[in-house]
């Protein structure tokens, strides 16, 4: 794929981001939610892929692009690349080169062909790197904290409402319908995507239009969920990637992504991999996304991967961004000090040590805290749940000063 300069995304001329609520940006690492001309956030209850492709803010970020410009909006991005890290921009450069992309750019888009479906927040897990946005569990967690005369005023409430969008707008399966010939790449994230079927009627009109041989398909979950209807469809498509959000291993795996039982995600990932063995079009990927609560223990998590490590065909080290006290880039600098130390020295697989070292340095290049907002985050979670961090991960209690 020939493109104008070596900072070019792709996306905004040719991909769109659902978000849970409805709202859309070029990708799911735009800081900004995409504005309508009339300075309104766009809402895919009521608007089309057309007109928000064509919207004067894609043209303008089209434009940044085309000028050589880094925009603001993409800073995620430009932050891990500073790291050393391969940044989704350059992977999605990578993942679209073969998928036939006009050369000639200018400031209009091309034809729509990679989607990024986050359709509602349907989860069955509340974790504590998400929230009610993604998590119709939070969400319901969050309104049951609340006297029931303030319930329907919450936040909570409104995320809970907005996540029910691809069932009240059946419009937008029709305009979803109208793209499918252009479409190669279609990401479902979620909530939890295997929990939304209305997802497998989009996938099985593509089986249906004898189309399927050219679309790939990615999946984010937690790996809650063995979906029997995905036996029969995903066998006709070009490929399937199944990513499994694997933070941590045993209790603190079940800590961090409350709800989940470790056995049952394990025994889960095995049926999948037996599906792998029958469907050469399958393949199982990790995403481990480090974040304050795995920082301290991601030597372990590598080891696990390598002792799994014909398992998957894939890990990708996710680091977290947002929200701000959760990412590594904001611990104190003692912490900082300390997880240096220990991850550099760590006695991890051969295979794992440039990726730690871009870990750590994009850890000491964020702007650090003095860790308070982390440690209230943390104790009203713990009180809301019953559990306690000291006693899960204490090593890295200690490092923050938890009590």
């Known amino acids: 794929m020939n493109i104008p300069h070596d900072k070019f995304c792709v996306l905004p001329w040719v991909s769109l981001e659902a978000s849970p609520i409805g709202t859309v940006?070029?990708?799911?690492?735009?800081?900004?939610e995409l504005l309508d001309d009339a300075g309104e956030?766009?809402?895919?209850?009521?608007?089309?892929?057309?007109?928000?492709?064509?919207?004067?803010?894609?043209?303008?970020?089209?434009?940044?692009?085309?000028?050589?410009?880094?925009?603001?909006?993409?800073?995620?991005?430009?932050?891990?690349e500073r790291a050393g890290r391969t940044s989704k921009?350059?992977?999605?450069?990578?993942?679209?080169?073969?998928?036939?992309?006009?050369?000639?750019?200018?400031?209009?888009?091309?034809?729509?062909?990679?989607?990024?479906?986050?359709?509602?927040?349907?989860?069955?897990?509340?974790c504590r790197i998400c929230g009610s946005w993604s998590s119709s569990q939070f969400a319901a967690e969050d309104i049951a904290q609340l006297p029931r005369e303030e319930q329907k005023k919450s936040h909570a409430y409104t995320m809970l409402r907005a996540g029910a969008w691809p069932r009240e707008n059946q419009?937008?399966?029709?305009?979803?319908?109208?793209?499918?010939?252009?479409?190669?790449?279609?990401e479902f994230t979620g909530g939890e995507p295997f929990m939304i079927d209305e997802h497998f009627d989009m996938l099985q009109g593509i089986v249906d239009r004898g189309i399927a041989d050219q679309v790939e398909i990615h999946y984010?979950?937690?790996g809650t969920q063995y979906p029997e209807r995905g036996e029969a469809i995903w066998r006709h498509f070009r490929k399937v990637e199944i990513?499994?959000?694997?933070?941590?291993?045993?209790?603190?795996?079940?800590?961090?992504?409350?709800?989940?039982?470790?056995?049952?995600v394990c025994e889960n990932m095995d049926r999948f991999r037996?599906?792998?063995?029958?469907?050469?079009?399958?393949?199982?990927?990790?995403?481990?996304?480090?974040?304050?609560?795995?920082?301290?223990?991601?030597?372990?998590?590598?080891?696990?991967?390598?002792?799994?490590?014909?398992?998957?065909?894939?890990?990708?080290?996710?680091?977290?961004?947002?929200?701000w006290y959760f990412s590594v880039a904001t611990l104190p600098d003692t912490a900082k000090l300390a997880l240096t130390q220990h991850l550099l020295n760590?006695?991890?697989?051969?295979?794992?040590?440039?990726?730690?070292?871009?870990?750590?340095?994009?850890?000491?290049?964020?702007?650090?805290?003095?860790?308070?907002?982390?440690?209230?985050?943390?104790?009203d979670l713990d009180q809301k749940r019953n559990t306690n961090f000291a006693q899960t991960c204490p090593e890295m209690a200690q490092l923050i000063a938890y009590e």
């Open 41 to 80: 956030k766009f809402s895919l209850l009521t608007a089309d892929f057309g007109a928000i492709q064509n919207s004067r803010a894609m043209t303008e970020l089209r434009e940044q692009f085309l000028a050589g410009k880094q925009p603001q909006t993409c800073r995620k991005c430009w932050s891990e």
């Open 243 to 264: 990513a499994f959000s694997i933070d941590d291993t045993g209790d603190r795996f079940e800590y961090q992504r409350s709800n989940a039982v470790w056995a049952e």
């Open 274 to 323: 037996d599906l792998k063995e029958i469907h050469a079009n399958i393949h199982l990927q990790i995403c481990a996304t480090v974040n304050v609560f795995n920082i301290c223990y991601i030597d372990q998590l590598a080891v696990w991967l390598d002792r799994n490590t014909d398992s998957f065909e894939f890990v990708y080290w996710n680091v977290m961004h947002d929200a």
């Open 346 to 379: 760590a006695p991890i697989p051969p295979r794992w040590h440039g990726e730690f070292a871009r870990i750590v340095d994009f850890m000491n290049g964020g702007a650090s805290t003095d860790g308070f907002m982390l440690r209230m985050k943390i104790r």
């Open 25 to 32: 940006r070029p990708c799911c690492l735009a800081d900004d």
């Open 89 to 126: 921009r350059m992977h999605t450069l990578d993942r679209l080169k073969h998928m036939g992309i006009s050369s000639e750019w200018t400031a209009d888009a091309k034809p729509l062909m990679f989607l990024d479906l986050k359709l509602g927040n349907i989860c069955n897990l509340k």
């Open 171 to 186: 419009q937008f399966w029709s305009e979803i319908d109208s793209h499918l010939n252009d479409i190669r790449y279609i």
């Open 220 to 222: 984010n979950t937690n």
